[in-house]
């Protein structure tokens, strides 16, 4: 069963950065993809940043240039680097991955609890 557990989630004043952090665990066959997709009050999950197995990267519109997405295969972990964050950023960030058990299997997701980031004066 695989689990993910995020950190690095706080409040912090807009203009700044936060650094979260996604650990993996749990016996897989492969890894496809991961990434980060937050939610903030009254609205839907969306994502923010996905990184592939061949490290291709794709980032929403509204953090281009300002969120980086990265891994480190070695700690299965997946971080999200947020500069110049913004009150509209505040939202609770969740971790996601999709991997195989199997060579034959099906594509499966996996979710982590999510962790709070407030942008705000």
């Known amino acids: 069963q695989v689990q993910l557990v995020e950190s690095g989630g706080g409040l912090v004043q807009p203009g700044g950065s936060l650094r979260l952090s996604c650990a993996r665990s749990?016996?897989?066959?492969?890894?496809?993809?991961m990434g980060w997709y937050r939610q903030a009050p009254g609205k839907q999950r969306e994502l923010v940043a996905r990184?592939?197995?061949?490290?291709?990267?794709n980032y929403a519109d509204s953090v281009k240039g300002r969120f980086t997405i990265s891994r480190d295969n070695a700690k299965n972990t997946v971080y999200l680097q947020m500069n110049s964050l913004k009150p509209e950023d505040t939202a609770v960030y969740y971790c996601?991955?999709?991997?195989?058990?199997?060579?034959?299997?099906?594509?499966?997701?996996?979710w982590g609890q999510g962790t709070q980031v407030t942008v705000s004066s």
């Open positions: 749990g016996s897989i066959f492969s890894i496809n993809a």
């Open positions: 996601n991955a999709e991997f195989r058990v199997s060579p034959t299997s099906g594509v499966r997701g996996a």
């Open positions: 990184i592939t197995s061949s490290s291709s990267t």
